[in-house]
């Protein structure tokens, strides 16, 4: 089991530019969450999907942010156009849609917008 | 709002001794979850423990839960320099997936 996949390991970008963040979760894993963590702000969770339907999205942002879960072994979070405050460690992580079963995060995404 | 909250913010101990964290939540839970975070790296699942339960136990890790101060904490007996990491609180309130986070507790362990 390779654990939850994320792509890039570090990305640095231009305001203004977007940004595609990856995410594999494990096999058999039918939610899939994103998260953010800032030193101000901690973990924030973004939106999470449960079998590839998003669930619940409230915790993104605004309209620049945006993710599809277009089959259970792929996920996409895009941020366009991205700006600095943006900057942040973006984490995807899975669960097998059990009632009392933790998490797997993957490595995460360190994105710095200059 | 963060729905937990850890105290203390950081800690820091000698190798060999224990290391107590607690976590204070607002409304009612499913499950308590506890998480440790490398440097530079995912968080990883350490213990779960159900809103029935009052206590539980992973090898020198020690849970306990009261539902009624809605509190949690958890305690790394005989610690080790690896265990130096930050530690997160996280809640799954009842009829709802997601976990909420708190802010973590970091901890430092001198050798």
């Known amino acids: 089991d390779a654990g939850v996949i994320q792509s890039p390991r570090h990305e640095v970008t231009e305001m203004g530019q977007e940004v595609t963040l990856r995410c594999k979760p494990i096999?058999?894993?039918?939610?899939l969450f994103w998260y953010r963590q800032t030193m101000m702000r901690g973990l924030e969770l973004l939106i999470y999907?449960?079998?590839?339907?998003?669930?619940?999205d409230s915790g993104m942002p605004e309209d620049r942010f945006s993710a599809k879960m277009p089959n259970a072994s792929f996920s996409t979070l895009k941020i366009q156009p991205s700006e600095p405050r943006d900057s942040a460690v973006y984490f995807c992580?899975?669960?097998?849609?059990?009632?009392?079963?933790?998490?797997?995060f993957g490595s995460g995404t360190r994105l710095t917008v200059v | 709002s963060q729905q937990g909250e850890e105290d203390p913010q950081a800690l820091s101990i000698q190798e060999g001794e224990n290391a107590t964290m607690n976590c204070s939540y607002k409304?009612?839970?499913?499950?308590l979850q506890w998480y440790r975070q490398n440097s530079g790296r995912g968080l990883v699942h350490l213990i779960l423990?159900?809103?029935?339960?009052r206590e539980k136990h992973s090898g020198r890790l020690r849970v306990t839960l009261d539902t009624s101060k809605k509190s949690s904490s958890l305690l790394i007996t005989a610690s080790r320099a690896a265990d130096t990491a930050s530690y997160f609180c996280?809640?799954?309130?009842?009829?709802?997936?997601?976990?909420?986070f708190g802010q973590g507790t970091r901890l430092t362990i001198n050798p």
């Open positions: 992580a899975s669960r097998r849609d059990r009632r009392f079963y933790g998490y797997t």
């Open positions: 096999s058999g894993h039918n939610s």
């Open positions: 999907f449960n079998n590839n339907v998003p669930i619940d």
């Open positions: 409304t009612s839970i499913n499950n």
């Open positions: 423990i159900r809103s029935n339960e």
């Open positions: 996280a809640t799954q309130i009842q009829g709802a997936q997601k976990l909420v």
